[in-house]
């Protein structure tokens, strides 16, 4: 059974650091891109920050959204089946639900932004950012 699960998250003031964790299980992360997203309330699904996957090179390039461009940084460790959101210098307008996702697919797709392009989803971890 292919399973996501984040955690990681929780209260933080703004302009700490977070780190988030997604871990696979059920299938093998080496050969799969993994997308962040997050919900703030009231707000659609919005992608943050993709990572592709590439098992005869391991370079895995990776994508931003301009609003976390230079304070995010997405990782993947395949030993541990795990992807990371690291988040520095984190903002009020962070605050909201990450998910990760995996497409069945190991490249970032050109709308890795777009929630449409992923087929299992982690159930989400909170993360609020206060003043």
């Known amino acids: 059974q292919v399973q996501l699960v984040e955690s990681g998250g929780g209260l933080v003031q703004v302009g700490s650091s977070l780190r988030l964790s997604c871990k696979a299980s059920g299938f093998t992360l080496d050969y799969y891109a993994i997308g962040w997203f997050r919900q703030a309330p009231g707000k659609e699904r919005e992608g943050v920050s993709c990572?592709?996957?590439?098992?005869?090179?391991?370079?895995?390039?990776?994508y931003y959204v301009d609003s976390v461009k230079g304070r995010f940084t997405i990782s993947r460790d395949n030993a541990k089946n795990t992807v990371y959101l690291e988040m520095n210098n984190v903002k009020l307008e962070d605050t909201a639900i990450y998910y990760c996702?995996?497409?069945?697919?190991?490249?970032?797709?050109?709308?890795?932004?777009?929630?449409?392009?992923?087929?299992?989803w982690g159930q989400g971890t909170q993360v609020t950012v206060s003043s």
């Open positions: 996702a995996a497409p069945i697919a190991s490249r970032c797709s050109d709308s890795y932004y777009s929630p449409d392009g992923y087929d299992y």
């Open positions: 990572i592709s996957s590439d098992e005869f090179t391991s370079h895995y390039p990776t």
